[in-house]
């Protein structure tokens, strides 16, 4: 394996505090704590990655990672709130109420000439669990925005890879040569369609050539990782764009297949899926609740649809049991490729076999449906499909008013007249009754 064509400087550029304008204003108190007890200790520490980054774009940083020289066991020494997690490689989390600082030890990329084992015959790393100096730190991360050390011993920035400028231009560049990288980790690819997304940079043309040939490689990503960038991609408030250049890079093809090709072949349902990424985005930004199971749910229902459709043709059942069949067999096709927990697919399957009872607004069946678990969900995924024009807004708007009914509203509203108690006696006794055997 050659290495990965990274011309790292030994000597980075050091942006002096004056210079720049990541103010320690912007970074959280636990942080900074962190960052100068390993000063006073003897060691170099810095911020790094997404932070760094995100704080000279001004967009006020959540997550701060810490980088040392100090070894997990020498971090743990200084810190009586601190874990060590990971066995292939050790990261110490110091804990601050429910803030948690990850500080890592400088590392080292696998891309040593004489490390054939680090990769996969596609080039991609499955080991890299040696420490090394900050220089070899710097090369095995992704972007050149993502490389950027902020050091509390002056509060300088140390840029060894021309990051700064590119944070300053909103471009997207990988480190080294872009095919080796996009090879090393194809998750890269959907970390550069999400950042673009977020913070408005343009993927640079060396890494979107790479780009057009290496997707095919997202197919041996564990199913697991994947599953958890999906979170990120459509779960940080820019899910529409993100979408977007999912689509447009034939990422998202790659990761749901199935949903791709129903797309393709149905402008109703691409405005569907659109309206419900806005809104995502919308209940991100008023900070509600986002369960990845309602989009999961989204993505499949049109090909869950004419699934349905298929298997009612082939055996006798309710179209709520073709819905639950359908979705049980496309979300198990699904999870082939991202692993999407079944605490998520339960739900997802009995919110889509719902939809069908939302046509019926009459009589004690239709009633019941308002008490159901899954009211909720199944509720905004049918105002969604109202709102595309593809369910019947009247039914829509009948179900949103008998939601603050009182209960004898209610029943007039369902059409569900009183009947007497003696009838009802009588028809319950009827049923006690066993069977004559034969
Ligand atoms: P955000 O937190 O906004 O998602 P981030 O850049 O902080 O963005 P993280 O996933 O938190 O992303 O990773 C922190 C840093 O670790 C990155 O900035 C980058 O330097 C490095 N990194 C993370 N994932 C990879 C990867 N797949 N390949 C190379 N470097 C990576
Ligand atoms: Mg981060």
């Not at 997404?50 to 959540?62: N, Q, Y």
């Not at 109420?97 to 000439?113: D, L, P, Q, Y």
């Not at 490389?147 to 300088?156: E, T």
């Not at 780009?211 to 095919?216: G, L, Q």
Request: charged share 30%.
């Amino acid at each position: 394996m050659k290495n990965s064509g990274i011309q790292t400087p030994t000597t980075p550029k050091i942006i002096p505090r004056a210079a720049h304008n990541v103010s320690r204003d912007e970074i959280s108190k636990s942080a900074l704590k962190v960052l100068y007890r390993l000063h006073k200790a003897g060691y170099q520490a810095f911020l790094v990655g997404g932070c760094v980054r995100d704080a000279m774009l001004e967009l006020h940083p959540k997550d701060f990672d810490v980088a040392t020289n100090a070894t997990p066991e020498e971090v743990r020494a200084l810190f009586g709130n601190c874990r060590l997690i990971g066995r292939r490689f050790r990261l110490a989390h110091v804990r601050f109420g429910r803030e948690v600082i990850e500080v890592a030890t400088f590392r080292a990329a696998a891309n040593h000439k004489d490390d054939d084992h680090a990769h996969d015959d596609e080039g991609r790393i499955v080991r890299d669990n040696v420490y090394g100096s900050i220089e070899e730190d710097v090369q095995r991360r992704d972007f050149t925005c993502n490389a950027l050390y902020y050091n509390i011993a002056d509060f300088s920035i140390w840029d060894y890879v021309g990051g700064v400028r590119d944070v300053e231009r909103k471009r997207l560049v990988l480190i080294g040569d872009p095919d080796m990288r996009m090879r090393e980790d194809p998750v890269r690819m959907l970390r550069a369609v999400r950042f673009a997304a977020k913070l408005g940079f343009t993927i640079d043309a060396a890494a979107e050539k790479a780009m057009a040939k290496d997707v095919p490689l997202l197919a041996n990503v564990p199913s697991a990782r994947l599953f958890d960038e999906f979170l990120k991609l459509f779960q940080s408030g820019f899910a529409e764009k993100t979408f977007e250049l999912l689509r447009e890079y034939g990422l998202f093809a790659q990761m749901f297949p199935v949903t791709d090709r129903a797309l393709d072949e149905d402008p109703s349902f691409l405005r569907f899926v659109e309206a419900a990424l806005q809104n995502t985005d919308r209940r991100f930004q008023a900070d509600k609740s986002v369960t990845p199971m309602f989009l999961l749910g989204v993505f499949l229902w049109k090909p869950t649809c004419e699934l349905a459709v298929i298997r009612r043709s082939e055996e006798k059942m309710s179209e709520s049991q073709s819905l639950s069949l359908a979705s049980y067999e496309l979300g198990a096709e699904q999870q082939r490729r991202i692993a999407i927990p079944r605490r998520f697919t339960v739900p997802m399957r009995e919110m889509l076999a719902l939809q069908p009872r939302f046509s019926q607004t009459r009589g004690k069946r239709a009633i019941k449906l308002l008490e159901h678990r899954r009211f909720r969900a199944a509720y905004d995924f049918m105002l969604l499909l109202a709102d595309v024009g593809q369910f019947d807004k009247e039914k829509a708007d009948f179900w949103t008013r008998v939601q603050n009914e009182s209960a004898e509203q209610r029943a007039a509203s369902f059409q569900i007249s009183a009947q007497p108690k003696s009838q009802r006696r009588r028809r319950g006794r009827r049923r006690a009754k066993p069977a004559p055997s034969p």
